[in-house]
């Protein structure tokens, strides 16, 4: 009778929901506010939403954020780390990963000093000295246009340095997400003197997707999971793109 008792309790705790211990998944991610950042309350905007997808397929995320090229390669080099989020989708990327449904999007264009005016197109820039972030994908034809030495760049280990480089007069253009931009300049000690005196390009350079990019034996199965923790999110389909009535309706 105590045998049977007993396997009766074991059976109940494996069945009963919210009994069971919820898997966990570490990802890798950097201090790229407001998408992503441990200082702010729920790892960011995208972070909230990863978060609460892989939550609703009974899973416990785990974010480490790390400078940008860290994460990537821990991601990458490491069988601890199952992927690194938010990334761009690039075809160098995609043979090292596979990529989840999209999580938001993000412009990327160029800042610049207000009442500097600078022509944008890859043949303009080669006249320019351009800020940009070591490792970041930022648009495929600037991309390559920069890897071939045709533009001349300034490279930065994140976002502040490359804003920083632009206002100390260090180059003429910095490339760099819209809302990144604007939350520095908002938020950082070094950059709040100079708002009002930095702006962002309308033009732009390309809005771009955002991903988790899952690396590693499991990736297909874990972006299958994301896909499902997703849609439950967002069951009607109106998509993660960082809008205000989505994020109303999120299970904060």
């Given at each position: 009778?105590?045998?049977?008792i007993?396997?009766?309790?074991?059976?109940?705790?494996?069945?009963?929901?919210?009994?069971?211990?919820?898997?966990?998944?570490?990802?890798?991610?950097?201090?790229?506010?407001?998408?992503?950042?441990?200082?702010?309350?729920?790892?960011?905007?995208?972070?909230?939403?990863?978060?609460?997808?892989?939550?609703?397929?009974?899973?416990?995320?785990?974010?480490?954020?790390?400078?940008?090229?860290t994460?990537?390669?821990?991601?990458?080099?490491?069988?601890?780390?199952?992927?690194?989020?938010?990334?761009?989708?690039?075809?160098?990327?995609?043979?090292?990963?596979?990529?989840?449904?999209?999580?938001?999007?993000?412009?990327?264009?160029?800042a610049?000093?207000?009442g500097?005016?600078?022509?944008?197109?890859?043949?303009?820039?080669k006249?320019?000295?351009?800020?940009?972030?070591?490792?970041?994908?930022?648009?495929?034809?600037?991309?390559?246009?920069?890897?071939?030495?045709?533009?001349?760049?300034v490279?930065?280990?994140?976002?502040?340095?490359?804003?920083?480089?632009?206002?100390?007069?260090?180059?003429?253009?910095?490339?760099?997400?819209?809302?990144?931009m604007n939350y520095?300049?908002r938020?950082?000690?070094?950059l709040?003197?100079?708002?009002?005196?930095?702006?962002?390009?309308?033009?732009?350079?390309?809005?771009?997707?955002?991903?988790?990019?899952?690396?590693?034996?499991?990736?297909?199965?874990?972006?299958?999971?994301?896909?499902?923790?997703?849609?439950?999110?967002?069951?009607?389909?109106?998509?993660l793109?960082?809008?205000?009535?989505?994020?109303?309706?999120?299970?904060?």
């Open positions: 009778m105590k045998r049977l007993w396997n009766v309790a074991c059976a109940l705790l494996v069945s009963v929901p919210g009994m069971v211990r919820a898997e966990e998944i570490t990802l890798t991610s950097l201090d790229w506010p407001p998408f992503s950042s441990p200082s702010i309350t729920g790892g960011g905007m995208t972070g909230i939403i990863v978060k609460q997808a892989f939550a609703a397929e009974g899973y416990t995320l785990n974010v480490e954020f790390e400078p940008w090229t994460a990537v390669a821990r991601a990458e080099n490491t069988d601890e780390v199952a992927g690194y989020f938010p990334a761009y989708y690039s075809e160098e990327r995609a043979d090292s990963c596979v990529f989840s449904d999209e999580i938001g999007t993000s412009m990327v264009g160029f610049k000093r207000t500097e005016e600078y022509k944008t197109s890859l043949t303009a820039l006249e320019h000295r351009v800020g940009i972030v070591s490792g970041y994908a930022n648009e495929e034809k600037f991309d390559s246009a920069v890897a071939e030495g045709v533009i001349p760049v490279e930065s280990g994140n976002d502040v340095e490359n804003i920083q480089h632009l206002v100390e007069r260090q180059v003429d253009l910095a490339v760099v997400d819209k809302r990144v520095w300049i938020n950082d000690e070094q709040t003197p100079y708002a009002g005196k930095v702006k962002f390009d309308p033009a732009g350079l390309k809005m771009h997707g955002l991903y988790v990019c899952f690396t590693g034996a499991r990736s297909e199965h874990y972006a299958e999971v994301l896909a499902r923790g997703l849609k439950a999110l967002d069951p009607m389909g109106f998509g793109a960082n809008d205000p009535m989505y994020r109303g309706r999120m299970n904060r």
